[in-house]
């Protein structure tokens, strides 16, 4: 078996060490900005489980339940040894998540797969009420993506495109992670009234 070009060793290598930067990162950054050990916990475990479905995602257009399954289980886990009665938001949040993206991939299954459900459901489970704001930055971020591609294609093809939206979540988990709580108080206190 011939070995791989060094050109394209070199930039597995370099990618694998980009990965491990954007992972170390964000962790420091939820244990910083987070206050409560539960908090910090399930916030590192997330974003263990957002980098690699974005990955999986972006190469395999599929986000697979061998992720999301323990990731849920293990949200659920954490939130009893640590906070057992934050559990029921856990829980109610997990099912308004995957709930609010299986009205979109009933209505358009061609636009949302089952994965994109469970990983709404998980992003709940590990966020509870902040689960909000990664859905909303979640769409957002997918809406500019499909229409960046239109942009540069055109209407009839950019439509054709496939785009995992896996990333787009896990995007919007991280915006949740970093900044939910505080998006939240600004919106219940300044957009509301």
């Known amino acids: 078996m011939p070995l791989p070009p060094r050109s394209a060793v070199l930039d597995d290598h370099r990618h694998q060490i980009a990965v491990a930067a954007l992972t170390a990162a964000l962790s420091v950054t939820v244990v910083i900005v987070r206050h409560s050990v539960v908090e910090r916990v399930l916030g590192v475990a997330l974003v263990a489980v957002l980098v690699a479905v974005s990955l999986i995602d972006i190469k395999t257009r599929r986000i697979p339940n061998r992720i999301t399954g323990p ?3 293990a ?3 954490i939130g009893l040894a640590l906070k057992p009665s934050g559990v029921p938001v856990q829980l109610v949040a997990g099912v308004a998540g995957a709930g609010f993206l299986l009205i979109f991939a009933v209505a358009y299954p061609r636009g949302l797969g089952m994965g994109d ?3 709404a459901g998980v992003l709940g489970l590990f966020l509870g009420g ?3 704001v990664a ?5 957002i971020a997918g809406a500019a993506g ?3 591609v239109i942009a540069r294609v055109g209407v009839a093809r950019g439509r054709k495109v496939g785009i995992p939206f896996g990333p787009f979540l896990a995007l919007g988990g991280a915006v949740a992670l970093v900044a939910g709580p505080q998006i939240l108080h600004w919106y219940s206190h300044t957009a509301v009234h």
């Open 71 to 73: 990731a849920a289980l």
């Open 75 to 77: 949200a659920i886990l």
């Open 117 to 119: 459900v469970k990983l």
């Open 130 to 132: 902040s689960v909000a």
């Open 135 to 139: 859905l909303f930055a979640g769409v």
């Open 146 to 148: 499909g229409l960046a």
